[in-house]
């Protein structure tokens, strides 16, 4: 696919190699409407539990699988991966599919006549998903749109510098709330700056605390079949020391799995500072999917992009270990051949 992606030269193909799993996760068809009925619910109690909305063009909700129960384990607002999966050998017109509905979202975000857009992060040429920023500049570059990947910090020059009246900004910085950039932060305030994602999607669908208001909602008929596709979610409290094991602990505010701590291995040291170095949660334990490939035993997750009520794409993240970090060769995205 490199006449797709030509910024991706030999050097940044290599850096992605553990994200590429060679090969399927075989899943149940009837899990993927499952998965389907999950993101439209979920999106659905996220508008009614929140006055003002936004919503983000990459979301995920990425989901554990076993026992035959399927769990929400974690929202997102700016997930990577998307364009990765178009690394393996896919239909060239199914690419382009994809590819034609992911841009109508980017002109939906920031209006028809954008022509420039900024791909912003701490440190993008540091990142391990760098490769895909670059093919996110060839994307924009096929729909005539002038990508640029920025550190974010230097965003504020940019601003500066620029004759539009709006700035437009595909954020991929994990300081969801811009607390490192205040200049940068007032800018969207403003409406200077368009984003996605942005503070306020962030807090609508990613942020970890579950608010009462949806726990509410949750309890209601509406969303009854949503409801056990929740973890049991609770306020950090000394009293979880006794039954810790079945339980992850992370912070309220945070992403993917910085500050997380499994029940079963942690120390009561650690135990007791939680609640005092920062808000913590209590999170019901449900193990990951496994999978055989050939002597190799893999850990997976199911990840589930979705954008406007729409499932966009469902892919699977193959790992070994804690933590889908693609550390080891063999794992990575993996397409899911669905069956039944």
């Keep these: 696919m490199n006449e797709l992606y030509p910024s991706l030269e030999d050097s940044h193909i290599k850096a992605v190699e553990n994200a590429i799993c060679p090969f399927k996760v075989d899943l149940p068809l009837s899990l993927k409407n499952t998965i389907e009925s999950a993101c439209s619910g979920f999106l659905a109690l996220k508008k009614e539990s929140h006055n003002k ?7 995920s909700l990425d989901f554990h699988y076993s026992d035959e129960k399927l769990k929400i384990i974690e929202a997102n607002t700016n997930a990577s991966g998307f364009l990765i999966s178009h690394l393996f050998e896919q239909p060239r017109e199914d690419i382009e599919d994809f590819e034609k509905k992911l841009f109508k979202s980017f002109q939906k975000k920031f209006g028809e006549g954008f022509k420039k857009i900024f791909i912003a992060d701490r440190k993008p040429d540091e990142e391990k998903m760098y490769a895909e920023f670059l093919m996110f ?29 709006k700035t437009s900004v595909y954020n991929r910085d994990t300081d969801f709330h811009f607390d490192g950039y205040p200049e940068l932060l007032k800018a969207w305030q403003d409406g200077r700056l368009i984003l996605t994602s942005s503070p306020l999607s962030y807090d609508n669908i990613a942020a970890k605390a579950v608010h009462q208001k949806e726990l509410d909602l949750l309890g209601s008929e509406k969303y009854s079949n949503l409801k056990k596709h929740f973890l049991e979610t609770l306020d950090f409290n000394n ?49 990951p999917g496994k999978v055989t490939n050939g002597e190799t035993k893999w850990k997976y997750d199911i990840r589930a992009y979705f954008s406007e009520g729409s499932v966009q794409k469902i892919l699977a993240r193959v790992y070994q270990g804690q933590l889908t970090n693609f550390s080891q060769s063999g794992g990575g995205f993996a397409l899911i051949n669905w069956i039944g």
């Design 53 to 59: 909305w936004e919503d983000s063009i990459l979301n």
């Design 137 to 165: 500049k060839d994307f924009f570059g096929r729909f005539d749109i002038e990508a640029v990947i920025i550190e974010t910090s230097k965003l504020e020059e940019q601003l500066k510098d620029t004759t539009s009246e």
């Design 239 to 287: 009293d979880l020391w006794t039954v810790r094991k079945g339980y992850f602990f992370k912070p309220a505010s945070s992403f993917g799995s910085k500050g997380v701590y499994a029940g079963k291995s942690i120390s009561r040291k650690k135990f007791d500072r939680l609640g005092v170095d920062q808000a913590y949660l209590a999170q019901e334990f449900h193990p």
